[in-house]
């Protein structure tokens, strides 16, 4: 494994958000679900494109606790621009579960 620095890790913004809207994205080249996150104040609502439709269905999604790494620049997905990259954890055959921050942490909070 490559080491990194501390400093490296307190360059990636990583928040907690709500998912607010979940739909699926048929465009998409993989299998994936088109997603608006509510991470607060300043940062505000942000879009995402996450290939995680083998463990969720958009009306899983709304309501739940995601982190996403908020300050990488936006990525045109087909015809989505993707703001966020939200994060996850491979099961055993590779489909992604989503990393939970859980209930209690307020949207916006930042990794420390």
């Known amino acids: ?24 994205f048929p465009e998409a080249r993989k299998p994936a679900i088109k997603l608006q996150v509510d991470f607060g104040e ?31 620049p936006p990525r045109q997905i087909g015809p989505f621009m993707s703001e966020v990259l939200v994060l996850g954890f491979p099961d055993e055959e ?3 579960v989503l990393a939970d921050p859980g209930s209690g942490v307020p949207d916006g909070s930042r990794l420390a």
Not at 1 to 24: H, P
Not at 45 to 63: F, M, N, W
């Open 94 to 96: 590779g489909a992604i």
């Open 1 to 24: 494994m490559k080491q990194t620095t501390f400093d490296t890790f307190l360059a990636v913004d990583i928040r907690a958000g709500t998912v607010v809207s979940a739909e699926e």
């Open 42 to 72: 300043p940062i505000g609502c942000r879009k995402s494109s996450a290939q995680i439709t083998e463990h969720y269905t958009p009306d899983q999604l709304v309501g739940r606790k995601v982190m996403a790494v908020v300050n990488f």
